[in-house]
């Protein structure tokens, strides 16, 4: 991870927590606000209907169970954006790497003529599209590359995924399926790093490219820290209500 991108980080999560802290603020003002409020006895009657609105109705349960899923769910996708991002977008497991597409390059949208040829030299029919998450395995320096196979090699600080069409000089060419012509790069076999397993789940890593963008890695957070901070102050202004409303039943000998 680069100075730039430790940086940026850095200053959207200070930003963000700024702004969070601002909210929070407001949100202490108001529950003070209500909690003297309450305490002078203005909300009692709202408070006892809802009281008896929740014993007939027990609906709400769904609501939270669909709450926290969708919680849950934008937090795996934040930790996700920014450990794809702290981690070179990829993530790796054991002998494997995680890698999110982000062209069309090797798609299966690719020249008839082009498909044929492949065929004809037996390369292997591996395509995948954009916001794909694919399965590679990691290559160890002494592992033989194959013409047709499609590896992942690094340049500079990203890793292009496209097949091998040939070698001379220890000097390696690749090509994406979907492109007009070869890359333009003289990638040396210490920079080969990917082997594809033909491994893949479509579509899904549109989700993760949005969550290791910056604009995606302060959103989710500030939707997460809005989210959680409401849920807090809903469980306060929830307490702070139970209390009055026992003190309610105890006053009228309900209890």
């Known amino acids: 991870m680069t100075s730039i991108t430790i940086i940026t980080i850095v200053v959207v999560a200070l930003l963000t927590t700024t702004i969070f802290g601002l909210a929070w603020l407001g949100y202490s003002s ?4 209500y909690r003297m409020e309450v305490d002078q006895k203005k909300h009692d009657e709202i408070i006892f209907k809802e009281y008896h609105a929740k014993k007939k109705n027990k609906s709400g349960l769904v609501g ?22 702290a981690r070179g977008e990829n993530l790796s497991f054991g002998n494997q790497a995680v890698l999110v597409i982000k062209t069309g390059s090797m798609s299966d949208y690719y020249n008839k003529d082009l498909a044929d040829e492949y065929y004809l030299l037996g390369y292997k029919e591996y395509h995948f599209e954009a916001s794909d998450i694919c399965i590679f395995e990691k290559l160890s320096k002494n592992t033989k590359l194959v013409k047709g196979e499609v590896y992942g090699y690094k340049y500079k600080n990203i890793i292009i995924t496209h097949r091998l069409i040939d070698d001379a000089d220890g000097v390696y060419e690749f090509k994406g399926d979907n492109n007009p012509a070869s890359d333009p790069y003289h990638v040396k076999r210490e920079n080969i790093v990917y082997h594809y397993t033909g491994k893949k789940i ?5 989700f993760i490219l949005y969550a290791q963008s910056y604009f995606g890695i302060w959103s989710l957070f500030g939707i997460t820290t809005i989210l959680i901070s409401s849920e807090i102050v809903y469980f306060k ?17 309900l209890i």
């Open 64 to 85: 939270n169970i669909c709450f926290y899923l969708a919680l849950t769910a934008l937090v795996g996708l934040f930790i996700t954006g920014v450990v794809y991002k």
């Open 237 to 253: 202004l929830k307490n702070i209500n139970r209390n009055r409303m026992l003190i309610l039943l105890l006053t009228f000998n």
């Open 30 to 33: 108001c529950l003070k606000s």
């Open 202 to 206: 479509p579509g899904v890593g549109a």
